[in-house]
């Protein structure tokens, strides 16, 4: 079974509708995120998480909110949601080993959204 | 601020010769510096990570990257494709926040490597 996984894999949706986007892991990890990839424009980062109570908005998280229900789920929302959000959404977790040690990312499939 | 720069958003290559995927990063810090690959219609994969060990960081599938800091350059290489190599590469820097952990990856625009045989 994989480790990271994200449900739906695909979503087609309306302008306005709201939606949610899942992330489950089971690598144990504390830390997870929420990314977006656009063509061309590589990943961007909308919402991490270093724990369930510590919660931080990224460089695009305008449009978006998340929810931490437990260490291994971090949801996705779009209130309401519009075309220019129609990306690939990944969710990312990684581990921390202590200051100064870098976390490897560890990303599930993607979620394949489009905005009609 | 942390950046990434890759050179070249689509490398044709022939199988059987040299890959080369560059990326130049800007970092106020010493980097911790990452390549990923992802194939059609999967996420992300690591294929390597420099931190400061060993600048010459080996990785999966016959992948390897030098950090060179005086040209500010991690790019990435591969002595002969095969069509399996067919996939898109992303270079990543690792950013440190106030507590000096290294959590938030800043990524290039991805070089798209087309394998032909």
């Known amino acids: 079974d994989a480790d990271v996984t994200q449900t739906p894999r695909n979503r087609i949706t309306k302008t306005g509708k709201r939606i949610m986007l899942e992330c489950s892991q089971t690598?144990?990890?504390?830390?997870m995120y929420w990314y977006r990839q656009d063509p061309g424009l590589g990943l961007r980062l909308i919402y991490y998480?270093?724990?369930?109570?510590?919660?931080n908005k990224g460089e695009i998280s305008d449009g978006y909110s998340v929810s931490r229900q437990a260490q291994a789920k971090f949801s996705l929302s779009l209130e309401s949601a519009i075309p220019n959000q129609t990306a690939l959404y990944f969710c990312?977790?990684?581990?921390?080993?202590?200051?100064?040690?870098?976390?490897?990312?560890?990303f599930g499939p993607g979620t394949r959204l489009t905005v009609l | 601020a942390q950046s990434v720069t890759q050179l070249g958003s689509h490398v044709s290559v022939s199988e059987g010769a040299l890959v080369l995927l560059r990326c130049n990063y800007s970092?106020?810090?010493?980097?911790?510096l990452f390549w990923y690959v992802q194939y059609p219609n999967q996420g992300l994969q690591l294929l390597l990570k420099?931190?400061?060990?060993?600048?010459l960081v080996k990785g999966i599938n016959g992948f390897e990257a030098e950090f060179k800091k005086s040209e500010t350059s991690f790019h990435l290489t591969k002595p002969s494709a095969h069509m399996s190599d067919a996939a898109e590469y992303f270079c990543a820097v690792s950013a440190t926040n106030s507590g000096g952990s290294n959590y938030k990856l800043t990524f290039g625009k991805g070089t798209l490597l087309t394998v032909n045989p």
């Open positions: 690598k144990g990890h504390d830390r």
């Open positions: 998480s270093f724990d369930v109570k510590d919660i």
């Open positions: 420099y931190t400061s060990a060993a600048t």
């Open positions: 970092s106020s810090v010493p980097p911790y």
């Open positions: 990312a977790t990684s581990d921390f080993y202590g200051t100064g040690v870098t976390d490897t990312q560890y």
